[in-house]
């Protein structure tokens, strides 16, 4: 397997998650250079979550191949793994333990040097610091997925996914989330799956639509139009039968 | 680990991946630490064992002074334990599924199977902890009427060998039932029929000790031993197969 | 009749019935379980006549 | 891709032809097996007499017992249960490994021959049981692990009833196939080696006569051939379904 710091972030080759004959995921290939934002597109059952399972390792493909940095998911997923950060509509925090022991946990599990400094440096970045004696219960919803957002970045990923990130966020707590996404993107690879076609497509340098499983469009931002955008993802979601 | 690009850089933070074995106890330390704060699986078990005892009582109200609760006993205090274990089992895995913190420690580079000896170990810890209360209180209240044998603290043994079993029989299965519709009756469904052999032979190993007539070992070593033997192979089988179970 | 002989064959009758039961049952849940089998091929057929008028409508469309 | 070449059971494929010979040859043994098994095979000792008599030309010592009759069916079905059992971990294990829905399908079907099959012995079991014994039930360990048993397959198929994703539903159901297989001979090792003051084991008769051992075989090589064809039946009526079910989704797609 190639590997170096030329391989693209992302690359998907015919990707396909199917039991029975039903298919989630139907040769979905893409290629996603690094620092890019992508962010994926499409109606309800479309794959959205299947794609992001399977790049994330949480599911093995049955068919086709998929690589972080040129590690190969099916290959070896634990090297994988250690790439990838997930940022989901659950927070994957324990609520009767505090944000820092929270942090602790993963932070111990991924086997960061020093755990403490990392889990300060964080909780500082945001913004926290000051509550990280209390338990994640009683956090509001968006301190909760601040936390959540320390918590994917504890082992300094690679690539970001995050799933549905805004459900359940109030326009406040919105504008905080992406300031804090926007900071932590360096030369980060991030992927979002999102049903808010404008702000996905805002935040995006590339979009990728996802109708039955099948990719209908993959292109950079700076080839698209947002009107001829929005106009053929509303003709997917019209296809797609929910 | 080869260190790609960003490895360079003074920000990184990867250290070589953790053992196992740090692993497993971060693991474990995280369940011990959960619980020590809410006490949630403690006092709801112990509350149960109380209850249940105080049904023996009502049960057993009219009966008492003809019974032989030498006999009865290990039976008795068995149907305790299984009962007060399918409930804390049966809660052991809501945390982890509440917020999709499975997920979390599914994304972290590590053995399954850790995740499954970290459980069993935890449930095992709680379930002892139970037992210390609840089986002096079984003696307090049904036992301290008759002469004690002096075999009676035998029944440690049958004891640890089948919480061990049970907590790891029941950590697999609840992993499967919180995936489930009607989760409770779903693991004791489950579970029952799956410890019935260890049951079968902790609950003579008990007797035999809490009667310690004259040939007690008789009755007590060679169950003791196939217990032994089930719990081995049961968790070996638990073990090997826990991979496909928590990542479906 | 000789006792003995009254003796030896003494516990025939009243097992009767219940070996009789016995394969009796056998043979009965043998027929239920093939009715279930039917009872899914059923299904099946009412699903395959769904199948048959949603091709239909989407031909006549 | 490799996993594409795996060969996948399908209805109509080579067993399926032999479905029909084997139903009637089953019929035929079964038939053939019952029919010895009273008329030609001697019956089993019981008590013994207060004075020998003769019989025809035989000197007979102890009852004659017609109730042993039920065993003729009883061990070969007790026998089937335990292959079905087999097939549907083999089929449980052969799906963990590949993810391929059809032998998540295979090992269901084989799973609900298993319980057919179970519910047949603990039937016949129990009515030997109530005659030979006078209760209906008691705790006696043979009975007990084939209840245990039986409880462990039924528990399956409440397992499965209660999972909504299929896959989710087949990977637990391997998994629990595969457990049942390896806890049933554990336990009835278990249950049987542990001394129990309350219920003695109860000594099978030492040895059966060569033609006991014909009738049994015959009539076990009988209900092994209507096991299989049961489950090409239920096999080929799942596949059908299945089949259906896909062409509904596909549906969709035009």
Redesign the interface.
């Known amino acids: 397997m190639m ?3 030329d391989s693209p972030a992302i690359l998907a080759c015919g990707l396909t998650k199917a ?4 298919k989630a995921l139907d040769r979905v290939s893409f290629e996603l250079p690094e620092g890019a934002f992508l962010s994926i597109f499409g109606p309800n059952g479309a794959g959205k979550t299947t794609l992001l399972r399977v790049l ?5 493909p ?2 086709g191949k998929a690589s972080l ?2 590690i190969d998911l099916t290959e070896e ?3 994988a ?2 790439l ?1 950060g ?1 940022i ?1 509509h ?8 505090t944000a820092e ?1 929270n942090l602790l ?2 932070a ?7 755990p403490k400094a ?1 889990v300060g440096e964080l909780l500082e970045a945001v913004g926290l610091a000051h509550r990280r004696l209390d ?1 994640v219960r009683t956090f509001s919803r968006g301190m909760t997925q601040r936390v959540s957002i320390a ?1 994917a970045l ?3 990923p ?1 690539v970001v996914f995050l799933d549905e990130p805004y459900s359940g966020l109030d326009p406040h707590a919105i504008e905080i989330f992406d300031e804090l996404i926007e900071s932590t993107r360096a ?1 980060r690879t991030f992927v979002m799956v999102s049903h808010d076609l404008a702000k996905g497509f805002a935040m995006c340098t590339h979009a990728l639509v996802l109708a ?1 499983g099948r990719v209908v469009s993959f292109a950079p931002k700076d080839e698209l139009d947002f009107d001829d955008f929005a106009q053929l993802y509303r003709e997917t979601v019209g296809m797609g ?1 929910a | 680990m080869k260190t790609t690009k960003r490895g360079d850089s003074p920000n990184c933070h990867f250290a070589a991946k953790p053992s196992t074995f740090s692993q497993y106890k971060t693991l474990l330390a995280k369940d011990l630490r959960q619980e020590f704060r809410t006490r949630e699986m403690l006092t709801s078990m112990g509350i149960y064992a109380l209850l249940v005892i105080i049904v023996y009582g009502a049960a057993l109200a009219l009966t008492a002074n003809g019974l032989d609760i030498m006999k009865m006993g290990g039976g008795l205090l068995w149907v305790l334990i299984v009962f007060t274990s399918l409930l804390g089992l049966g809660r052991s895995f809501a945390h982890e599924k509440d917020q999709g913190c499975m997920e979390g420690i599914l994304l972290v580079p590590l053995d399954r199977s850790v995740i499954f000896l970290a459980k069993t170990t935890a449930n095992v810890l709680f379930m002892l902890a139970v037992e210390v209360i609840a089986v002096p209180l079984f003696y307090f209240f049904f036992m301290t009427g008759q002469p004690v044998a002096p075999t009676l603290p035998a029944i440690v043994a049958p004891l640890a060998v089948g919480t061990i079993g049970m907590a790891g029989i029941g950590t697999m299965l609840s992993t499967i039932t919180m995936n489930t519709r009607a989760k409770d009756v779903m693991l004791a469904v489950l579970f029952i029929p799956l410890i019935y052999p260890l049951l079968y032979a902790c609950v003579t190993a008990t007797t035999a000790a809490i009667a310690g007539t004259e040939f007690w070992t008789d009755y007590f070593v060679m169950p003791l031993v196939l217990a032994c033997g089930y719990d081995v192979v049961m968790l070996l089988v638990c073990w090997v197969l826990y991979d496909f179970v928590v990542s479906a | 009749m000789n006792p003995i002989l009254a003796d030896i064959y003494s516990t025939v009758i009243p097992s009767a019935p219940f070996i009789i039961a016995a394969y009796a049952i056998v043979w009965v849940a043998l027929l239920v379980y093939v009715a279930i089998v039917v009872r899914g091929l059923k299904r099946t057929e009412a699903q395959m006549a769904v199948l048959e008028e949603a091709v239909r409508a989407k031909a006549g469309e | 891709m490799s996993d594409k070449k795996v060969k996948v059971p399908e209805a109509g494929q080579w067993p399926d032809n032999l479905v029909v010979p084997a139903v009637l040859a089953g019929a035929v043994l079964t038939t053939a097996g019952f029919l010895m098994a009273f008329l030609m095979v001697g019956p089993v000792n019981g008590a013994a007499l207060s004075s020998p008599e003769l019989v025809g030309d035989v000197m007979v010592t102890n009852q004659q017992l017609l109730s042993q009759k039920i065993f003729y069916f009883h061990m070969p079905v007790a026998i089937v249960s335990f292959v079905a059992l087999v097939f549907a971990a083999y089929y449980g294990i052969r799906f963990l490994m590949g993810r391929q829905q059809r032998f998540d399908t295979c090992s269901r079907v084989a799973m609900e021959i298993a319980l057919l099959f179970v519910v047949f012995t603990m039937v016949t079991g129990d009515l030997w049981t109530r005659f030979e014994w006078g209760v209906w039930w008691t705790w006696e360990p043979r009975l007990t692990t084939y209840l245990i048993l039986m409880l462990i397959v039924i528990a399956y198929f409440v397992l499965r009833n209660a999972v909504d994703d299929p896959e989710r539903r087949a990977v637990f159901s391997g998994v629990i196939s595969i457990i049942a297989l390896v806890d049933v001979p554990i336990c009835f090792m278990i249950t049987r080696l542990i001394p129990s003051s309350v219920h003695p084991v109860v000594a099978r008769e030492g040895g059966m006569a060569p033609d006991m051992v014909a009738a049994v075989m015959i009539i076990m090589a009988g209900m092994m051939l209507v096991a299989f064809g049961l489950y090409r039946l239920r096999f080929r009526q799942a596949r059908l379904d299945e089949r259906v079910q896909a062409l509904k989704d596909q549906l969709e797609d035009y």
């Open positions: 590997s170096g710091p039991f029975g004959t039903r994330s390792t949480l599911v093995r049955t068919g940095c040129g997923p634990d090297k793994r250690g990838v997930m989901s659950q927070s994957m925090l324990y609520p009767d333990l022991e946990l993963y111990e599990l991924y086997g960061v040097s020093d990392r338990a918590r504890v082992h300094d690679r030369d039955r039968v």
